[in-house]
């Protein structure tokens, strides 16, 4: 016996409810990144086209989320019976691999800059970061109004954030050149950006990967669960108990549920499944459920289940 809520609850925030906190984040993004590139070329500074390459990921990270919103809001088929709600998830992901690529490059030039270091003008760099960390700040607070529950919005958000101190990096190398000619702080300022990419990738990979692997969802404690679902009269055992994440905000939880046998010839069983329903919602807030009954006679009849 099952029972799914799935069709009555609305989880989170509605899918378009953030685009335009999203599109006003990439346009402030892409028109800035195109005026550092361009002074990054004209200065031969490193750690302008590294904090660009950065903003690259971000503008792309935000447009693979205006994607995913639109993608998630296409309604449930026979074929896609979730519709297309992990496509945030997928774009997370990618995102994360994008940012250790770009930092893996700008981590190999940096360095060489480091041995060899070219001309840098400092003025350029010092009046673009500190123009990129004014950007920068806009987007953050306009993205800190969205509803970052969403790994997508939160992956975007992070991603800001990380230029900002990037951008505070390079003004630091700005007036290090200016004041002593230590053209070398360029390049020490792309390396300290390459740990902040890394860092955001890594909270990114870690996050979409629990979800495409099925993991069982941060902070839930199956074994507080188990012990919940066996609270109610009549439940005998609790096996091939399952959590994962469909998308951010929406776990979902399975179980097989032993009954005493009197449950399946009184009419008890619909009483139990509204106690265990009830039980996940109020105390562990997972409203995507799915029980199956039996008997305590039917574990002889299956098979490559879970009893523990």
């Known amino acids: 016996m099952s029972h799914d809520h799935a069709e009555s609850h609305t989880h989170g925030a509605a899918p378009d409810a953030n685009t335009r906190y999203l599109f006003i984040a990439l346009a402030l993004i892409v028109g800035f990144m195109i005026v550092e590139v361009t002074v990054a070329i004209i ?45 945030e998830i997928l774009s997370a992901a990618v995102n994360g691999i994008t940012l250790v690529v770009i930092s893996g490059i700008v981590a190999v030039e940096a360095i060489r800059r480091l041995l060899d270091p070219p001309k840098v003008e400092g003025g350029p760099v010092l009046f673009v970061a500190l123009l990129g960390v004014a950007v920068n700040l806009v987007a953050v607070w306009v993205l800190a109004k969205a509803n970052r529950t969403s790994l997508n919005v939160e992956g975007s958000f992070q991603h800001i954030l990380t230029d900002l101190y990037g ?3 390079t003004v630091i190398a700005g007036i290090v050149i200016l004041l002593t000619g230590f053209t070398r702080a360029d390049s020490i300022a792309s390396l ?23 993991g069982t969802p941060e902070g839930m404690d199956l074994a507080a669960i188990r012990g919940h679902l066996l609270e109610p009269d009549h439940v005998l055992a609790i096996h091939d108990l399952h959590a994962w994440t469909v998308t951010s905000g929406l776990p979902a939880l399975s179980a097989h549920v032993t009954l005493a046998d009197e449950c399946f010839h009184d009419g008890h069983a619909p009483k139990v499944l509204d106690e265990l329903q009830a039980c996940l919602v109020g105390h562990f807030d997972v409203e995507h459920s799915t029980f199956q009954f039996e008997p305590a006679t039917h574990a002889a009849h299956e098979t490559g289940t879970d009893h523990q």
Do not use: C, N, Q, Y
């Not at 792309?60 to 026979?78: E, F, M």
């Not at 950006?193 to 692997?213: E, N, T, Y």
């Open 167 to 169: 951008f505070i990096a």
């Open 192 to 214: 300290i950006v390459v740990v902040l990419m890394l860092h955001a990738a890594w909270g990114l990979l870690k996050d979409s990967g629990r979800i495409l692997l099925e």
């Open 43 to 87: 200065s031969g500074s490193l750690a302008l086209l590294s904090d660009a390459g950065h903003m690259l990921t971000d503008a792309a990270a935000i447009a693979g989320s205006l994607v995913a919103i639109r993608l998630a809001a296409k309604p449930s088929s026979a074929r896609w019976t979730f519709g297309f709600k992990r496509a």
